[in-house]
């Protein structure tokens, strides 16, 4: 799952992201693969 919401208060540990918006929790760097994935798809045809 990507929210796609982007808010300082999203991060406050450096491992973890916790969206205040819906309270979805993914570790950073899980995270960072699945946009950077989702990035690439859309310019990679």
Do not use: S
């Not at 990507?2 to 993914?26: A, F, M, S």
């Amino acid at each position: 799952m990507l929210v796609g919401t982007i808010h300082p208060d999203n991060r406050k540990q450096q491992e973890l992201l916790v969206w205040v918006e819906c309270g979805y929790t993914n570790n950073a760097d899980r995270n960072a693969v699945m946009v950077i994935k989702k990035r690439a798809i859309k310019i990679i045809p």
